[in-house]
């Protein structure tokens, strides 16, 4: 088994896992070659509660919806826009609480995937979610891939 860490492109503003985005999450995510699955461990701060002490379920959402994301892009190498998801919360997420969360391809069907992911503490499931991307063509990635690369630049003040 051979876990490796996966790299947002130089330039990329991900809100769930860019380093650059100094407003976003920051959370790095691995992936196992193993079971081809994607994963990481996430503690969620005070700052990203709704009500006191539970994490936002928006934040929740997004980590799981990037975990998936990031399945699509490991098995065939390209972007994906997001067609349907689904996510249902067993039990709350409690900040200053590390959980793992793993995500895998479930189907493969021509250019669409089936994903599914969850967070998890010890043997305790609390959220699941499933998704079905749509994998963007080669040409399409490939532009994408090369606008993420640029340099950001930031817009002025003045409009």
Request: charged share 20%; hydrophobic share 40%.
């Amino acid at each position: 088994m051979t876990i490796k860490r996966l790299q947002e492109p130089p330039g990329s503003r991900c809100f769930v896992c860019a380093p650059g985005n100094p407003n976003g999450l920051n959370i790095p995510f691995d992936y196992d070659d193993e079971d081809g699955s994607v994963q990481t461990t996430v503690t969620f701060g005070d700052l990203h509660c709704g009500a006191p002490t539970y994490v936002h379920v928006g934040l929740a959402m997004s980590v799981l919806a990037e975990a998936m994301a990031w399945t699509v892009v490991t098995t065939t190498g390209r972007f994906s826009i997001t067609l349907a998801s689904n996510t249902k919360f067993q039990r709350p997420l409690r900040a200053g609480v590390p959980y793992r969360v793993h995500a895998k391809v479930d189907e493969i069907a021509e250019t669409k995937m089936h994903t599914s992911a969850l967070f998890s503490s010890g043997d305790q499931v609390f959220v699941t979610a499933t998704a079905t991307f749509q994998v963007i063509s080669e040409e399409i990635s490939a532009r994408l891939r090369a606008r993420v690369t640029k340099p950001f630049r930031a817009q002025s003040d003045g409009g």
